[in-house]
């Protein structure tokens, strides 16, 4: 079986956590605090805050700007549930936006009909890990006195005009979940320029409280354990190492399935992270492409449902086309993208989607 996002394990990562199990402080300590200096310095950011998973990191993030019931929140209705989710936990209401059909992201003049009083913060997902026009969004969030946060969940490692992603906004996120660029296995972090964000961030990932039992604001358990970080701590040593295997393998498919449709790279995106590598096809030819891959022992992933149309949050938000969106999901299959990835695999991947064609005329239509 050809996984879908295998992650690259060494010795590096087990003698990583060998020496903290050895050490006997398991939760978060010092190996954490070095994952965060090592991140910060990597993105260009003053400061990191290490928690649990990409999800608590938006959670934290959007307490931490004091995101309260009765805020408005625009997100894209293209996103990973937590995006959202992350919004109805604090109590403020999600505005749900479309994207670009092309590069799957959403953009200024897709959001401005929706602004009200009410809105408070702008939070920009980063497909695939491809950063949206983020300079943008950063002007538009000062004209308006808006709070921004960047979802770059899968996104750690983009360039945006040959600057790393992380310091745009008032707060940008990373998950370390097993697929992602680094994997911590589970794990993400908040980093910021903003001295005060941090220091609340660090307060609110720990039941509000600095030294043990004295809680100075509201906070839950979301900090991460020394185990995990050891893990990324050895990760991000490879980082540069991981993306240029990632862009190859993405070249490779871009070369190999010229005809086919792929997510539209901006200009200014200098680098490509490629936590995902989605193909479009045409909408009735998805299910049927994907499970001839699957057959073929080939692991895919068609990706979420736009928000609005998930069973959940369907009877949350109005019932409304959210277009792009749609057109996006009935189309794309992920295919096989991660560390682990032999380029073997990609031409196996490729070889049967070269069949495929034969079968499905209308597939890149």
């Known amino acids: 079986m050809i996984q879908w996002a295998p992650p690259s394990l060494e010795k590096e990562e087990i003698e990583s956590v060998s020496r903290v199990l050895k050490s006997k402080w398991l939760t978060q300590g010092k190996i954490t605090y070095e994952f965060e200096k090592k991140v910060a310095q990597y993105v260009g950011a003053k400061y990191c805050v290490m928690v649990n998973n990409g999800t608590s990191a938006l959670i934290c993030s959007l307490l931490s700007h004091n995101i309260k019931p009765g805020d408005e929140v625009i997100v894209p209705s293209f996103t990973f549930v937590a995006t959202v989710n992350a919004v109805l936990s604090v109590g403020a209401k999600p505005i749900l936006v479309d994207s670009n059909p092309s590069t799957f992201n959403t953009e200024i003049d897709l959001i401005k009909p929706y602004i009200t009083k009410k809105t408070k913060a702008i939070i920009p997902v980063d497909v695939s890990g491809m950063p949206v026009d983020i300079k943008k969004f950063r002007e538009f969030s000062q004209s308006n006195n808006l709070i921004l946060i960047e979802d770059a969940a899968e996104g750690i490692g983009a360039e945006y005009k040959n600057k790393k992603i992380g310091s745009f906004g008032h707060s940008t996120i990373f998950s370390f979940h097993m697929a992602k660029v680094i994997t911590s296995v589970e794990g993400g972090c908040i980093v910021t320029n903003d001295k005060d964000i941090a220091e609340k961030l660090r307060l609110i990932r720990s039941h509000g409280s600095k030294v043990p039992y004295d809680s100075r604001t509201f906070g839950l358990n979301f900090r991460i354990s020394d185990l995990h970080s050891a893990i990324g701590l050895a990760q991000i ?33 200098t680098l490509h992270p490629y936590m995902l590598f989605g193909i479009l096809t045409h909408p009735k030819d998805r299910d049927g492409i994907n499970k001839i891959l699957n057959k073929n022992h080939i692991e895919t992933r ?7 149309m998930q069973q959940y949050h369907s009877k949350i938000f109005k019932t409304r086309k959210i277009k792009n969106a749609e057109e996006i999901y009935s189309r794309i299959i992920n295919l096989p993208m991660g560390n682990g990835l032999d380029l073997s695999d990609v031409m196996c991947v490729v070889d049967i989607m070269k069949k495929v064609k034969n079968k499905f005329n209308s597939y890149a239509d």
């Open 237 to 269: 040593k490879k980082i540069k190492k991981f993306l240029k295997h990632r862009n190859n393998l993405a070249k490779i498919y871009r070369e190999e399935i010229k005809d086919h449709k792929f997510q539209t790279v901006p200009d200014y995106v």
């Open 302 to 308: 068609i990706c979420w449902p736009p928000i609005h």
